[in-house]
């Protein structure tokens, strides 16, 4: 249960310590007052997301922590999953920092806010009129027979079946795709494969043929001019360049012994001749290895062209990217060749997946059937308690082919107000205030259903009357005792039956920038009371015959 609630810089409250008793606790005040925003406060530690718009001060932090009693509940497991230490007196709090930034805590454990969700939802109920509103949704109807059957958890299970299944029907599909694609492109790819396999390609080929072309292309004078050179050059001519260094060397020989100079001359001419001499070996050699072969220069130039060709083709410039071209192919020929058995696995994990949606589909479906029995056994005299003796309702559940998220049912709640009545859907024929308290009636058959600790109803008792009211109250009295119950209302003879009872007053603080209106809320003596249950029925102040109806309403109560 919910034993204490600090409220530090949030909306219209500046600070605010709440307790709250066990049973049935009601909490009122003036309309404008902020009966809600501890409602907003909660919501906080349960996960809500919040920013800045909420604090009180822009300058300082928004503080909201609570004391919950947790014992019996089964969280131990959940808290040892989280590595959080388990004590049956659970602290949750959430800060909101003037950034924007949000930290959530467990025990003084920091948390994620899906993990502080989790566990606020295992610990407080808040029911709001949008929640009411939803009671005509086929969706809300299936999740009511889920928390009456105590069915989450099963649902939670083949949700991630369902996953697993949603997951191996697409892998499915995108195989299936890839196949069909790579049979059409199969024999397009296997030309182009075959096309450049042939080519027998060499990865540095293409420079030298080129080489080699240029070469063939200028062959013949290449020839004519290493000729000339040799002529020019080489012994073969008395007034050659070698025979003319030659006698030059010779001639200096003779006079070395007359000039060091001229000794270091006769040395650098004499390498000279010999680099010279190298030279004409080189030609030579180089123009003995030319053999011009009209047929060998067509062979150099098919094969440049055949690889220019390809290269256009496929839109590259190297013949390293043609043979990367070339193993992708080949690694995609294979891929298809071997999608078969790949397409047979998917097959077999869609059908397995599917066998255990199924078997799960089944037993949540088994599951809410149960629970809806359960509701039109129980719900009769509940709506009797709350002044509906002559109403029906049925509750059908209907399995679908498909299956969903949520399971392969469709929940309908079927709904007549009157004696003799036309069941018809529930949105379609019930009105606000029958909502209301159809709501709360099976709200009733969820606290002694489950484990759920405490329920806070926010304004359930809008669009009743004062008479209806009386019974709402006995039925949120009768669920007080199993459960913590808190109700914020505006119905004095809904607050009359309340154990204890907590009041929201508007005030007015000085602060830097002004004077602001500020939420307090506080709990009331039994004096106290009884002077707002006769405001409630009167005015401010109160009549002494309202104050005695009040007196009489909370001894009604007592007795």
């Known amino acids: 249960m919910l034993q204490s609630l600090h409220i530090e810089n949030y909306a219209l409250i500046d600070r605010s310590d709440i307790v709250l008793d066990r049973g049935f606790t009601a909490i009122t005040g003036e309309t404008g007052a902020g009966k809600s925003i501890m409602l907003g406060a909660l919501s906080l530690l349960l996960g809500q997301r919040a920013d800045t718009k909420v604090l009180f001060d822009k300058e300082r932090k928004c503080v909201v922590e609570a004391s919950f009693a947790i014992g019996g509940l089964g969280l131990q497991p ?61 969706d809300f109807q299936l999740s009511l027979l889920d928390s009456v059957g105590d069915a989450e958890a099963p649902l939670a299970e083949y949700r991630t079946a369902y996953q697993h299944y949603t997951n191996a029907k697409r892998i499915l599909e995108q195989l299936t795709a890839q196949e069909a694609q790579a049979r059409r492109d199969i024999d397009y790819n296997r030309f182009l494969f075959d096309e450049l396999d042939k080519a027998h390609l060499q990865p540095d080929e293409q420079q030298e043929l080129e080489n080699e072309a240029r070469l063939l292309a200028g062959a013949e004078e290449v020839q004519q001019t290493i000729a000339s050179v040799l002529q020019m050059c080489g012994t073969d001519s008395d007034t050659s360049a070698l025979s003319a260094l030659s006698s030059a060397h010779s001639l200096l020989g003779r006079i070395v012994r007359y000039s060091n100079a001229v000794d270091e001359l006769t040395e650098r001419l004499s390498s000279s001749l010999i680099e010279l001499r190298d030279i004409m070996d080189s030609l030579q050699g180089l123009n003995d290895s030319l053999h011009f072969s009209p047929q060998r220069q067509a062979e150099v130039n098919d094969r440049l062209d055949l690889i220019y060709r390809l290269q256009r083709k496929h839109g590259v410039n190297t013949v390293a990217e043609l043979l990367g071209i070339r193993d992708s192919l ?36 088994a599951l ?19 002044g509906m003796r002559d109403a029906t309702l049925q509750v059908r559940v209907e399995t679908l082919s498909d299956y969903t998220p949520s399971g392969c049912n469709r929940a309908t709640f079927l709904f007549n107000a009157n004696k003799g009545g036309e069941l018809r859907e529930l949105a379609k024929v019930a009105s606000g205030g029958e909502m209301s308290r159809l709501m709360l009636a099976i709200k009733a058959i969820l606290s002694s259903s489950t484990l759920l600790p405490t329920i806070i109803f926010d304004e359930i008792d809008s669009g009743i009357s004062g008479d209806i009211s009386v019974k709402v109250g006995q039925l949120m009295q009768r669920m007080s005792a199993h459960m913590q119950v808190v109700a914020i209302t505006h119905m004095p003879q809904i607050a009359a039956r309340a154990n204890s009872h907590l009041k929201v007053r508007k005030g007015v603080k000085q602060t830097d920038s002004g004077e602001r209106t500020i939420s307090h809320i506080a709990p009331l003596s039994e004096a106290e009371r009884v002077v707002e249950v006769a405001t409630m029925l009167s005015a401010d102040p109160p009549t002494e015959a309202a104050l005695q109806t009040a007196r009489e309403l909370m001894n009604s109560h007592s007795a």
């Open 78 to 138: 959940l808290f040892a999953d989280h590595d959080i230490d388990y004590e049956d007196l659970m602290l949750l709090r959430r800060e909101i920092l003037p950034s924007g930034k949000s930290r959530a805590f467990i025990n003084d454990s920091p948390v994620a806010l899906p993990l502080m969700r989790e566990v606020g939802e295992r610990v407080v109920d808040i029911h709001s009129q949008h929640q009411t509103l939803l009671l005509g949704n086929a």
């Open 330 to 365: 080949d690694q995609q020929l294979q891929n298809a060749d071997g999608m078969d058995e790949q397409i047979r696995q998917a097959m077999e994990q869609v059908d397995s997946t599917f066998a255990l949606v199924q078997q799960l589909g089944e037993r949540q479906t």
């Open 368 to 386: 809410r059937q149960s629970a809806a029995t359960y509701v039109e056994a129980h719900i009769q005299p509940l709506l009797e308690a709350v």
